[in-house]
């Protein structure tokens, strides 16, 4: 796993109070423990500011597991 | 364009907006449990838009229905009562979204000075939502629900128009179109 996959995985297990080992393909909105909506708004916040972007709502709605969240990294350049 | 917007229900959505309301997952922590036949939720919409005390508003994600907000104005109109739900399921990694564009039209469009909530006791996901976004503890209810599922207190919540404008401004970015009432009289807020 990159640096920024890390740095990623565990942005969502500090905000969600998961292991720190805990499986990234495992990470849904909804499904992992601890990922409710509000939860989702903590990480869109603090992938904003480890990574220094902003997320757009589209990217919001659609950042419903790890690998999307990846995605969103992607497509900022990050 | 903004891919989020605010639309007033007609009675076209009559029939939606009572499939929302009979989930349990919506109905749970409401004061009563939806039970009304859909003639009736037509008239209560056509009834609501004439009034001067309440408002209400459906969410949209790229025109996609997907939420309701409701406010009701005290006195003056400088400080109201809300609520919101999110009727899709699908939706609900915006739910956190809606409180903050609704708060940043209310204060930054409309002038209010704050807003309050009534939350049931036992509904702690918005209790915690609400109080992350400011809100303040002024009051409860007791057994401000009491139906045959379920009876509770209910908190009263309030979040002042300064404290969101001072302490949340990464959330104002949550800006988009709010439908206004057809009544051109009523929209002027007569």
Known sequence: MSQRDTDLLAIFTETLKLPSDYPAGDLEFAKTPGWDSLAHMSIVAAMEDKFGLMMDVDEIAEMSNFAKAQEILDKHGV | MSTVTFVRPTRDDAALMLGWRSQPRVTEFMKTDFTQPL?????????????????????????????????????????AD??????????????????????????????????????????????????????????????????????????????????????????????????PRRTPALAAGA
């Open chain 2, 39 to 79: 003639e009736a939720q037509v008239a209560w919409l056509e009834a609501c838009e004439t009034r001067t005390d309440y408002e209400h508003w459906l969410a949209c994600y790229k025109g996609e229905k997907f939420g309701f907000i409701n406010i009701s104005w005290h006195d003056g109109r400088r400080e």
């Open chain 2, 82 to 179: 809300w609520g919101y739900y999110i009727g899709e399921e699908s939706r609900t990694l915006l739910g956190a979204t809606v409180p903050a564009y609704f708060y940043n039209h209310v204060f930054f469009e409309l002038g209010l000075s704050a807003v309050y909530a009534n939350v049931a006791e036992p509904n702690v996901g918005v209790l915690r939502l609400h109080r992350s976004h400011g809100y303040e503890d002024v009051g409860r209810i007791e057994k401000g629900i009491d139906k045959p599922a379920l009876t509770c207190d209910l908190l009263r919540l309030r979040l002042a128009a300064e404290t969101w404008a001072e302490n949340f401004k990464p959330l104002h970015r949550y800006r988009a179109p709010w439908e």
